[in-house]
């Protein structure tokens, strides 16, 4: 085909995109109280897990007990009180000796490790006190506690990048990708902020052995393509974090991929609207437009 022909194609598409993009069109999934408890219950576990692996950094260490905060708070030691008064004693005087024994000069490890074991214990003592076993028998419910903690590895591994947008934001994806940002994957990015990339790393890890372990056995029959989707994305996720992917491959892999295979396999409840409106799929056709041209470029020239 003619340069200039290919070069005015592409060029029409992402125009398109970019006439029809609007930052309304993204993810809103409704919630679930029994999936935000499942949810926070592991995100607690990523943050004292992290506090083992980042002990020899103050900085990071209070990172990690500023954020537990928001995992564990008065409110889930009331809520607990009225179904175990032990585990409602034990959560939080444990959390705070975690707390008192990595904050020392020079906190020791093995105390540190005891701590966190003794909590992860009572963590998992904790889900079937406090969640009804019909709502651990519900697969909804279940893939809505993985989506967020899906979410809540984005908003970390944007907090490690130093961000300047939601990663949980699909609309994002345009924006970023017409700023120059590398498409590609290719290139590690840069840390900025280490206690969340530990974070982020922990929270995508349980996300996907949740997943296997808790969703996969409730996954209804006439799901088995979706989730052989799911895991593979869970999957890829893990792996981009892991080689610090740059945040729009990571941001495709959850909006374009996994989040239509939880939609349509498990009844995902988005609360906005519907999936992939005209607008959102012509800023998917730019951003494969971008791809196209950043390939293509090298054979134009020749």
Do not use: C
């Amino acid at each position: 085909m003619n340069k200039r022909v290919v070069a005015i194609l592409l060029a029409g598409i992402i125009f398109s995109g970019m006439i029809y993009s609007h930052p309304a069109f993204a993810h809103n999934f409704g919630g679930d109280e029994s999936a935000s408890f499942i949810a926070r219950n592991w995100e607690l576990r990523a943050e004292m897990v992290g506090i083992e692996q980042d002990l020899s950094s103050q900085t990071d260490v209070s990172w990690h007990i500023s954020k537990s905060g928001e995992y564990w708070n008065a409110n889930d030691t009331r809520e607990m009180g009225e179904r175990n008064t032990l585990l409602a004693k034990e959560i939080p005087s444990t959390l705070s000796d975690i707390y008192t024994a990595a904050n020392v000069t020079k906190p020791d490890p093995n105390v540190v490790k005891q701590k966190v074991d003794q909590l992860l214990g009572y963590l998992d003592e904790a889900i079937p006190v406090r969640i009804d076993k019909d709502k651990t028998q519900n697969a909804t419910v279940q893939i809505t506690a993985v989506n967020v903690m899906v979410r809540e590895t984005l908003e970390h591994y944007g907090d490690a990048l130093n961000s300047t947008f939601s990663l949980n934001d699909m609309s994002n994806m345009n924006a970023t990708n017409m700023s120059g940002g590398s498409m590609s994957g290719m290139s590690a990015q840069t840390i900025v902020n280490n206690a969340a990339y530990t974070s982020a790393k922990l929270t995508a890890k349980y996300a996907q052995d949740y997943f296997d372990k808790n969703v996969k056995p409730l996954a209804p029959a006439s799901s088995s393509v979706q989730v052989q989707k799911i895991d593979s994305t869970l999957m890829d996720l893990n792996q981009e974090i892991a080689n610090k992917a740059d945040p729009n491959s990571v941001m495709m892999t959850v909006h374009m991929q996994m989040h239509p295979a939880m939609i349509t396999g498990f009844g995902l409840k988005e609360a906005s609207v519907p999936e992939f409106p005209v607008p959102t799929l012509l800023v998917i056709i730019s951003i494969v437009g971008v791809i196209m041209i950043t390939r293509l470029r090298p054979q134009l020239r020749q």
